[in-house]
């Protein structure tokens, strides 16, 4: 979950612009009651309460400004312009009607709302309608990123049988059928240049089922050590994960991801991991379990206390 930063730039400043104005005008109208309030009315001109012409038409091109969306400079997966920056804390999401309808259904299943970013509901922007959820690096100086595709194909049960032999095809080639995960992002925050290592989703189609714990490793080292201390915290939090689909019976994720989130600038404690991506998410009808995230997620599970114990 960029580039184009200086178009946010741009765009994050004609906001702080015009909240400037608007905290101005409002100030102006403040003082203007103020006055009206502590001079005595010597004649019998009625007191003009109506906003002007003008002040209305200043509101609108301020409204317009502010409600400009801004692209959301941590996006590491998805098509361009699919994540924009709400405010500090919540950024929208356009999906589609699959992933719309399962954020609207997400009360169903508690457990997994406990594990899914944190979900405000919908708004409508430019005629488009978005998906409002936490912003899962908000409070994180240097936001560290890992995506991790979980499952052993990346297509839902609703596609057609051209489309499943294709990205079938597409699966056997990657980490997504032999260990049930494939990295799709990394962005690491390098402490001795002050710059990103990052990686995309290209990247993790070439990695090999031999080379995923090395390729994993790297997402912990910031240039100059491995952070080990990180991994307990991240193991503690996604073996939750592995617990409820291991015993939960109703529904089938294909296609998921699992995020990691820590601070390259901060504590080993202070981590995030969250399951995202739900647009082929699927109800089950056979009494059995969600096997192909299971293999993954202990998969990852299992590299993961790898690094740890490594030397």
């Avoid at 002007?52 to 941590?74: D, N, Q, R, S, Y």
């Avoid at 936001?143 to 595709?149: A, G, V």
Wanted: proline share 2%.
């Amino acid at each position: 979950m960029g580039c184009g930063s200086s178009s946010a730039a741009g765009d994050n400043a004609k906001s702080a612009s015009a909240n400037k104005q608007e905290k101005a005008v409002k100030s102006d109208a403040s003082k203007s009651k103020e006055s009206h309030k502590e001079s005595p009315k010597t004649t019998s001109e009625p007191v003009e309460n109506k906003r002007t012409e003008e002040e209305m038409k200043e509101e609108v091109v301020l409204e317009t400004k502010i409600v400009a969306p801004v692209k959301f400079e941590e996006q590491m997966g998805g098509h361009e312009g699919t994540f924009h920056k709400l405010d500090e804390k919540k950024i929208m999401k356009h999906g589609g009607d699959a992933e719309t309808l399962f954020y609207s259904e997400l009360h169903l299943y508690p457990k997994l709302q406990e594990f899914a970013p944190a979900f405000h509901g919908f708004k409508e922007l430019e005629g488009k309608k978005y998906i409002v959820i936490e912003d899962l690096t908000h409070g994180f100086a240097k936001p560290c990123i890992l995506d991790i595709k979980i499952g052993r194909q990346s297509y839902g049960e609703d596609a057609d049988e051209s489309k499943k032999a294709n990205m079938a095809a597409k699966d056997k080639k990657s980490t997504t059928w032999t260990l049930g995960a494939r990295i799709t992002a990394v962005k690491v925050y390098q402490v001795e240049t002050g710059n990103y290592i990052k990686k995309s989703k290209d990247y993790g189609k070439t990695i090999k089922t031999e080379d995923f714990q090395s390729a994993l490793s790297e997402y912990f080292h910031n240039g100059k050590e491995l952070r080990r201390g990180l991994i307990p915290k991240f193991l503690e939090k996604i073996k939750e994960i592995k617990e409820w689909i291991e015993s939960q019976g109703d529904v089938r994720l294909y296609s998921s991801s699992i995020l990691f989130v820590y601070d390259g600038e901060g504590s080993d404690d202070n981590v995030v991991i969250k399951m995202i991506d739900f647009a082929h998410v699927f109800k089950i009808t056979d009494d059995g379990k969600d096997d192909g995230y299971i293999f993954g997620v202990n998969n990852v599970i299992q590299y993961l206390e790898a690094i740890h114990a490594s030397e």
